[in-house]
């Protein structure tokens, strides 16, 4: 980019009547050079190129100028301290408005128990104006610009928004920009005929293309519709990855990235602070490839990014890419989504309860946890969708694992085919096809407390304390925390019998109630752990930051790792078994003497064999980092790589 583009664009600014202020000025001087890098990358020959950039420069001027005082002092706030979202206080929680609290304004009394639990960020799940009936769970979005009003306004929005933000709470909502709804306002208009608007969306005349495409595309819903396109009323056929209601944007034409970006930044205007970019894998399609995670994709969201750090620097993109692990990776980046999903973790974490066997996870933990400065992962238990078993096909034939057949297995012991599982899950879009399928159930349902099997509430324990300590910021599907199980009434609410996930998106989320929770109770006791893992990690400093090194116990059924400080690392051991394992003395060679367990107190001599009860989990504070037990000094450093 030349000086004169960004001359142009003042100019432009100034002739539209907009008078930013100097900060505005500065950021546009710094992020305009990646902005148009990526647009020019991908936009180079299109005609619509440089006006559809000037356009998209005006919106954030105009963006910025509105921005309210609050959130400018959020920007500054931010941007002097790019990395607040690495800090050990961070804790998120994730829920759907009516099913937790029936409306916004429930949510805002809410807010007590949330900062009970700890929780220093929210994730609404799609709370816009979507169709009646199945709108994927609000993934069909009919306005970005209006609250479903069955939840509430868009000013209670910005209240609730304002309140989060007080209680140190920082609100998280979905940028759903792959598709919107066929009720979209651009859809209707595309259905009436207009020429501006059939562009926003893929629309073929006859199969020619799409059965091109289909020949390398992935199906995501087969239970709707198989492959990814669906047919118009006209006999057209449009690109619909997701439900048939789900229509792709086309961005490969820039006025669909610049009427994206106008509705992201007035997201950014509420008061959201982080904005989870939803199916970023999808954005881009090119003939012949798997239509999923293409350089485009990667450069239209570094485009976003940009244009968000010139008008509402505080927020923070987070990718949703459940995807293969190193594609997950490859949107990790703080020009471009400074925090991801962990679904590797989250996967092998169950794959290891199934197996009793944590070899997998732990080649994971040794290889695939480290991100670059300024980034985290998010690390979760579940989510409001299915578990897919995303692990590398070469990663489990190292270990002798044959990935096809395995993920078979993990399919029947999760959805309690296999003889004496203890899980209670459901498949979700089995494809009687491929054979594939993916999870649906609770935490609590697949950790076997359904199924009264006396490991469940270790179960669920010991996978929350996998997430509350390795690197990055923990999130809890709310209702988990009082161990929730499935609830089977979906199949008879029209709009989501099709839909398993829904068995896991139970309905009335209590607060935690100890006249019905009781310690002696699952979910009281799952409660009261859960409580003292998130009391612990606020107050431990080793679990700030993004570092984190795998620790090989060469047991089997034993995963480690360490988060190395600056003073007093902590071991995290987590025992997959239910009989007892022993860790043999010499693994501890290069750390000090002693230890102390945050989670029970207990003191510990590591020169001696260290014995794990059945789903123990120990998160080990390294005290003397000094001198390491065998008398070398190479500890924790050193160790540690
Ligand atoms: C994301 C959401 C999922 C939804 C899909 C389509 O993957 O998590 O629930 O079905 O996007 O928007
Ligand atoms: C697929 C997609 C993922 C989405 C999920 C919804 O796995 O890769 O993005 O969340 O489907 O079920």
């Known amino acids: 980019m030349d000086e004169t583009t960004l001359g142009r664009l003042r100019a432009a600014i100034r002739a539209a009547g907009h008078v930013p202020d100097a900060g505005f000025d500065r950021r546009l001087a710094r992020h305009l050079p990646q902005l148009a890098r990526e647009f020019d990358a991908v936009y180079g020959d299109h005609p619509a190129r440089e006006a559809e950039l000037e356009a998209a420069v005006l919106l954030a001027a105009r963006a910025s100028q509105a921005r309210p005082d609050e959130l400018r002092a959020l920007d500054l706030q931010r941007e002097a301290n790019p990395d607040w979202f690495l800090s050990n206080r961070m804790v998120g929680g994730v829920c759907y408005v009516d099913r937790y609290a029936g409306t916004l304004r429930g949510l805002r009394d809410r807010i007590p128990d949330f900062r009970e639990l700890g929780l220093t960020y929210l994730?609404?799940?799609?709370?816009?104006?979507?169709?009646?009936?199945?709108?994927?769970?609000?993934?069909?979005?009919s306005s970005y610009r209006e609250v479903d009003p069955r939840l509430g306004t868009m000013a209670d929005l910005g209240a609730l928004c304002a309140a989060l933000r007080d209680n140190g709470i920082s609100p998280v909502v979905d940028f759903i920009f792959n598709h919107t709804s066929d009720e979209h306002e651009w859809a209707r208009r595309a259905m009436a005929g207009e020429r501006e608007f059939e562009d926003y969306y893929r629309i073929y005349p006859d199969r020619r293309l799409p059965d091109l495409f289909e020949e390398t595309t992935r199906e995501i819903f087969p239970d709707d519709h198989p492959g990814s396109f669906v047919p118009l009323p006209d006999g057209r056929w449009i690109w619909a990855t997701f439900y048939r209601f789900q229509w792709d944007l086309n961005y490969a034409n820039p006025a669909v990235f610049r009427a994206m970006a106008g509705e992201m930044l007035f997201l950014a205007n509420q008061g959201i602070e982080i904005l989870r970019m939803d199916a970023v894998a999808f954005i881009w399609k090119r003939l012949g490839t798997s239509c999923e995670s293409l350089p485009e994709a990667h450069r239209l969201i570094r485009a976003f990014n940009a244009l968000c750090r010139i008008a509402a620097p505080a927020l923070l993109f987070k990718s949703e890419a459940i995807v293969h692990p190193d594609e997950v990776v490859s949107y990790i980046d703080p020009a471009e989504c400074p925090i991801s999903y962990n679904p590797l973790l989250m996967a092998l974490g169950w794959e290891a309860l199934a197996t009793r066997d944590a070899r997998l996870l732990q080649l994971a933990l040794d290889r695939r946890q480290q991100?670059?400065?300024?980034?985290?992962?998010?690390?979760?238990?579940?989510?409001?969708?299915?578990?897919?078993?995303?692990?590398?096909?070469?990663?489990?034939?190292?270990?002798?694992?044959?990935?096809d057949g395995h993920r078979r297995f993990l399919n029947r012991v999760y959805v309690g085919r296999f003889p004496g599982s203890f899980a209670r899950g459901e498949p979700f879009q089995e494809n009687p096809r491929t054979g594939d399928c993916r999870i649906a159930g609770t935490t609590a349902s697949l950790a076997g407390v359904e199924a009264k099997d006396p490991h469940g509430v270790a179960r669920v324990l010991l996978l929350h304390a996998l997430a509350l300590a390795s690197a990055g910021i923990p999130l809890l599907y709310l209702g988990d925390e009082v161990g929730q199980l499935n609830d089977p009434t979906y199949r008879t609410r029209p709009g989501e019998a099709q839909d398993s996930r829904w068995l896991h998106r139970p309905m009335g989320v209590g607060r935690f109630d100890a006249a019905r929770h009781g310690p002696e109770t699952p979910g009281g006791a799952i409660h009261h752990g859960l409580a003292a893992m998130i009391r612990i990690r606020r107050e431990t400093p080793a679990f700030a930051g993004n570092r984190i090194h795998g620790?090989?116990?060469?047991?089997?059924?034993?995963?480690?790792?360490?988060?190395?400080?600056?003073?007093?690392?902590?071991?995290?051991?987590?025992?997959?078994?239910?009989?007892?394992?022993?860790?043999a003395p010499e693994r501890f060679r290069s750390l000090p003497r002693t230890a102390r367990d945050l989670l029970t107190g207990r003191r510990l001599d590591l020169r001696q064999e260290l014995q794990l009860g059945p789903y123990e989990v120990l998160w080990l504070l390294l005290e003397d980092e000094e001198t390491a037990w065998d008398g070398d000094r190479r500890y924790p450093h050193a160790a540690a790589a």
């Open 551 to 583: 620790f090989r116990t060469q047991v089997d059924p034993v995963a480690g790792f360490l988060r190395p400080a600056d003073r007093e690392s902590v071991l995290v051991l987590a025992h997959f078994g239910e009989g007892t394992a022993w860790v």
């Open 371 to 403: 991100l670059p400065a300024g980034c985290a992962f998010v690390n979760y238990v579940r989510s409001h969708d299915d578990i897919g078993w995303t692990f590398d096909d070469a990663e489990a034939r190292e270990l002798g694992i044959d990935p």
């Open 123 to 141: 994730h609404l799940m799609p709370l816009f104006r979507c169709p009646e009936g199945n709108s994927d769970g609000g993934y069909a979005v």
